[in-house]
């Protein structure tokens, strides 16, 4: 390769940032062995800093002279891609800042944008995906909680999955195992959810819904499910006059999951009509009534998105919702992106194409 090549797209120097206590503390050991080598194949410049701390790498985001680098590469789990994103959130410069590639390669527990963005699991192909990607743009939603701001590129979840995955961090030794068990756990305990929900919903219909699913996957030509287009002109799927105000008063809820990207995790497809740039929020809603019986209906289904058509679910795209969670006495968590978040009421704004990344 010739010496001074920029990558095929351009961008050079990555400021690499890496958790090394994210998921079972391997993130070090997956830069080093699976994804540096890549990027060093592409004469690619890395500035490596290992976190210190919580909030180390938002702090370093939000403080460096983005002129010194031309996009921030997150090696750990969603977590850690969160912070860098709030990093860039938190900035005066923010408007512009968003538009420095973040890229993540998987080194966490949950990892869920690396697979969105490349469909890869493997940190090498992860890797391979980002040095030949471009610039490619994607959905945020912002999140407002007691007067502050914060953004966020995957899911605001509250029930049994939320509790499942946080009330489970004291076995992070068990690794991704820690959320199953949580989960049936839970199924056993059979505690109850309560919250308040006001969204702003475009459409609640799910053969229009997949219709217009379709729709944009022909227009945007992207041959994978979901993935991320190149940066053409969108036309808007939904008619947004026809916007209506839907309120819900929810006292048997198993499951609110609200999101951006079509897939939690490799095998599972937890919105089958989501486009990561389609400018709309997914909500998904399970009651729990039958309790046990819908949850095992939907979890088993949801590697290939079948759920989406289930009887015990209600699907929404919405442009944006207030959400109160209503304490019943059981210890439940509220989590963004799947970090713990207050449990105190919050809203959240669809912000189209806000985000930026680099794939192929
Ligand atoms: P996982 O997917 O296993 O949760 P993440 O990389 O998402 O891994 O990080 C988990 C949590 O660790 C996040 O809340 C993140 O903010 C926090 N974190 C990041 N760096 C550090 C560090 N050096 N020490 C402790 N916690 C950290
Ligand atoms: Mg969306």
């Not at 992070?172 to 195992?177: I, Y």
């Not at 006001?198 to 997949?210: C, L």
């Not at 939907?298 to 989406?308: A, L």
Request: hydrophobic share 40%; charged share 20%; proline share 4%.
């Amino acid at each position: 390769m010739e010496k001074g090549y920029t990558g095929a797209h351009g961008f050079k120097r990555f400021l690499v940032l890496i958790n090394p206590f994210g998921g079972q503390g391997k993130a070090k050991q997956i830069w080093q062995q699976s994804a540096s080598p890549v990027f060093q194949t592409a004469h690619l410049d890395c500035q490596v800093i290992f976190t210190e701390y919580r909030n180390h790498a938002r702090s370093i985001v939000r403080n460096i002279d983005l002129n010194t680098l031309d996009a921030i590469l997150s090696v750990g789990g969603d977590g850690l891609f969160h912070e860098c994103l709030n990093g860039l959130g938190d900035r005066k410069d923010s408007d512009s800042a968003f538009e420095t590639p973040l890229c993540m390669i998987p080194g966490g527990t949950g990892n869920a944008f690396s697979y969105n963005a490349t469909q890869q699991t493997h940190p090498a192909l992860v890797a391979l995906e980002i040095v030949k990607g471009v610039k490619k743009s994607f959905d945020l939603m912002s999140f407002d909680q007691n007067g502050s701001r914060s953004y966020s590129f995957l899911s605001a979840n509250y029930g049994i999955i939320a509790d499942s995955d946080v009330g489970t961090d004291n076995l992070r030794f068990m690794g991704e195992n820690r959320a199953f068990l949580g989960f049936f756990l839970r199924l056993l305990q059979k505690p109850s959810w309560n919250c308040k929900v006001e969204m702003e919903v475009v459409s609640s219909d799910r053969n229009e819904i997949r219709k217009n699913y379709l729709q944009h996957l022909q227009r945007t030509s992207v041959n994978r499910d979901g993935g991320f287009a190149d940066n053409i002109i969108k036309l808007p799927l939904y008619n947004e006059e026809n916007i209506s105000r839907v309120n819900l008063d929810i006292n048997d809820l198993s499951v609110f999951y609200a999101g951006l990207l079509p897939y939690v995790a490799a095998d599972m497809r937890v919105f089958p009509a989501c486009h990561v740039d389609d400018g709309l929020i997914d909500i998904a809603v399970v009651r729990a009534n039958p309790f046990r019986k819908s949850l095992l209906s939907i979890f088993t289904c949801v590697e290939s998105g079948e759920h989406f058509y289930s009887k015990y679910l209600s699907y929404y795209k919405v442009r944006s919702f207030r959400f109160t969670p209503i304490n019943t006495g059981h210890h439940h968590f509220f989590v963004l992106d799947g970090e713990e978040y207050p449990f105190e009421p919050f809203e959240c704004r669809a912000a189209p194409s806000l985000g930026t990344t680099l794939a192929s």
